[in-house]
């Protein structure tokens, strides 16, 4: 049913995963100028212009984003909208890797340590992505579970 309380998780996870897109994952200064890294690429602080595009990160994005979206109307078939969290979740934490490693190569470049100081707001999107993915698994579960028993009533 698209009316139950997963499809509002499912939902909120995908304009979370979204998010990135407004949120930059790292900040950091680069010869006394701040820069910000997006999924989309590099982008200078002071004016917004684009250094660097990230054309991969930016479609690896959008798909972690839809699968979400997707198992919103697979409403019908429970089993598969497990399944389809579970892989959610995994490419969830492996675009996180992703991410983490795409900063760390970047302060690399210009020898600056990766720390508390240079987290910007997208790095805890993910783990609230996951989060939600997690409440949206525990509505089907007890939708499942509901439906066992009333099949057996009959």
Known sequence: MIQRIQTIWLLLATVV?????????????????????????EYSAV????????????????????????TIFQFKNRKLQI??????????????????FTATSTLQLISQSFGAN?????????????????MALGGIRKDEKLIRSADRLR
């Open 118 to 134: 240079n987290i910007g707001v997208g790095f805890f999107l993910l783990p609230v992505a996951i989060i939600l993915l997690a």
């Open 17 to 41: 995963i979204l998010g990135l897109f407004i949120f930059p994952y790292l900040n950091y200064d680069l010869e006394d100028l701040g820069k910000k890294l997006f999924v989309t690429g």
């Open 47 to 70: 004016n917004n212009e684009s250094v660097k595009q990230n054309i991969l990160q930016t479609l690896g994005t959008i798909v972690v984003a839809l699968v979400p979206l997707i």
């Open 83 to 100: 399944k389809l969290i579970y892989l959610s979740i995994a490419l969830v934490v492996l675009l996180g890797v992703w991410m983490y």
